[in-house]
């Protein structure tokens, strides 16, 4: 059981990022009281190098505001350098791979779960971090079944429709064990009343953010454009092998993406990038069998709390699958090769499979983990699957 004794209670309780959202929650929970919270704002871009619109200054302003109402103090710390080499950096070169990365993910596993807590840990001293994540943990929502020798695990938010744990997929262990989160259990809505209720209105009231911060309003293509040059190459068709026009680099466009190819009166989309010729496959209509893809290959996986058992008796394990957070979870078998990569096999094929994006598996409410898509299987137009899907 997680006790006042065990935590060391008289000070630095929680260290929270996102505060704005989460401060009032816990600081009105009844198990904090004598407990010191502490808010923490994350710096993790340089704003003098970006030319879009990024709302850092005014989310830390807001956070400021948010501490100073409710008496709590405010921390600012920075990790742009290490956001920039171990999140950015690679966001960039595998842009330029052809690949589709998801730099979600990597910050949370990179720099939250990791350069944040080790910094909290080691340099204010804290017990526990809460963040305004949309999850749970098989602790509980107040660590009060905290067991190491257990380990946790990393479980669904009540509302499902703002469950973040595809996010938090590649979250260490040791981190989460010491991470809670206070609007797991809510719904957006409840979140507001309590945000209106303290006088936060105008934090309730904000919208919520959306796409990748660093590339701000601007369209993708732009923003990509001042760190990768142009690499021009055919936009080919997919069944004719005709060159329908050029695109300037693969880097622009990924799997399953609208092609705009004037002088053509069917839509055509990415079906697949060939970075040796630096040729982009498209197709014609957004259902085309092309498109879909029932098998794929991935890197070795991360897996939260433990190996899913079958999976290393008989190298084989049923779990739901997405690879991206707003789908809906689907049927898959994993197969654990050699090397313990995994081979993903679905029970229907599925649009717009994409090397670089996260394959995150679950069991009933739990997120096992999550592993990088590496290599795609054969699509259903190359299995000879003639006629269209019908969703």
Same mark, same amino acid.
């Given at each position: 059981?997680?006790?006042?004794s065990?935590?060391g209670?008289l ?11 989460i401060?009032?929650r ?6 904090l009281a004598?407990y010191e919270?502490i808010?923490?704002?994350m710096?993790n871009?340089d704003?003098?190098d970006?030319k879009? $619109?990024?709302t ?5 302003e807001?956070a400021?505001?948010v ?14 350098k290490?956001y ?6 690679n ?13 979600d993910?990597? /910050?949370n ?10 910094? %909290? $840990?080691?340099k204010i001293g804290?017990?526990a ?7 749970k943990?098989s602790f509980?929502e107040e ?6 020798s257990?380990?946790?695990?990393l479980l669904?938010?009540?509302d499902?429709?703002?469950?973040q ?7 260490p262990?040791d981190?989460? $064990?010491?991470?809670?989160? *206070? ?9 507001k009343?309590?945000?209106?209720s ?13 796409g990748? /911060? ?5 369209h993708?293509q732009?923003?990509i454009?001042?760190?990768?040059? *142009?690499?021009?190459g055919?936009f080919?068709h ?10 300037q680099?693969i880097h ?6 609208? %092609?705009?190819?004037g002088g ?6 990415v079906?697949?990038?060939?970075p040796?010729?630096n ?8 259902d085309?069998?092309?498109l879909y893809?029932s ?5 070795r996986?991360h897996?939260?709390?433990?190996? *899913?058992?079958?999976l290393?008796?008989?190298q084989?394990?049923t779990v739901?699958?997405?690879f991206?957070?707003t ?16 081979i993903?096999?679905l029970?229907q094929?599925t ?9 995150v598996?679950?069991?009933?409410e739990?997120c096992l983990g999550?592993?990088?898509i ?6 259903e ?11």
């Amino acid at each position: 059981m997680w006790n006042r004794s065990q935590l060391g209670m008289l000070h630095n309780l929680y260290e929270v990022h996102n505060v704005s959202k989460i401060l009032y929650r816990i600081s009105t929970l009844p198990y904090l009281a004598g407990y010191e919270v502490i808010g923490v704002f994350m710096k993790n871009w340089d704003l003098t190098d970006e030319k879009g $619109q990024c709302t850092l200054a005014e989310d830390a302003e807001d956070a400021y505001n948010v501490c100073k109402k409710l008496s709590i103090p405010f921390k600012e710390v920075s990790f742009v350098k290490e956001y920039w080499n171990d999140v950015f950096l690679n966001f960039i070169k595998e842009y330029q791979t052809g690949w589709t990365p998801n730099p979600d993910v990597l /910050c949370n596993k990179r720099i939250k779960f990791k350069a944040f807590f080790e910094h %909290c $840990q080691d340099k204010i001293g804290f017990d526990a971090v809460a963040t305004g994540h949309y999850a749970k943990t098989s602790f509980g929502e107040e660590l009060e079944t905290f067991d190491a020798s257990k380990g946790v695990r990393l479980l669904k938010s009540f509302d499902q429709l703002k469950d973040q744990t595809f996010f938090l997929s590649q979250i260490p262990q040791d981190a989460l $064990q010491f991470t809670m989160f *206070p609007v797991g259990g809510m719904t957006k809505n409840i979140v507001k009343e309590i945000a209106n209720s303290a006088g936060l209105s105008k934090i309730s009231q904000k919208k919520e953010s959306t796409g990748i /911060c660093f590339v701000g309003k601007r369209h993708f293509q732009d923003f990509i454009a001042d760190y990768i040059l *142009p690499n021009p190459g055919p936009f080919v068709h997919i069944e004719t092998k005709e060159v329908l026009a050029q695109h300037q680099g693969i880097h622009n466009w990924t799997i399953g993406q609208r %092609c705009l190819i004037g002088g053509e009166k069917v839509r055509h989309f990415v079906a697949e990038k060939d970075p040796t010729t630096n040729s982009i496959f498209v197709a014609p209509g957004t259902d085309h069998p092309s498109l879909y893809r029932s098998t794929f290959f991935t890197d070795r996986p991360h897996w939260i709390h433990s190996w *899913p058992r079958d999976l290393i008796e008989t190298q084989m394990t049923t779990v739901k699958f997405r690879f991206q957070h707003t789908k809906p979870l689907i049927d898959a078998v994993l197969t654990l090769t050699g090397n313990n990569q995994l081979i993903v096999s679905l029970v229907q094929p599925t649009r717009a499979l994409t090397p670089g994006q996260y394959a995150v598996f679950y069991k009933g409410e739990e997120c096992l983990g999550s592993a990088r898509i590496i290599k795609l299987g054969p699509s259903e137009y190359h299995m000879n699957y003639k006629s269209f899907i019908t969703i």
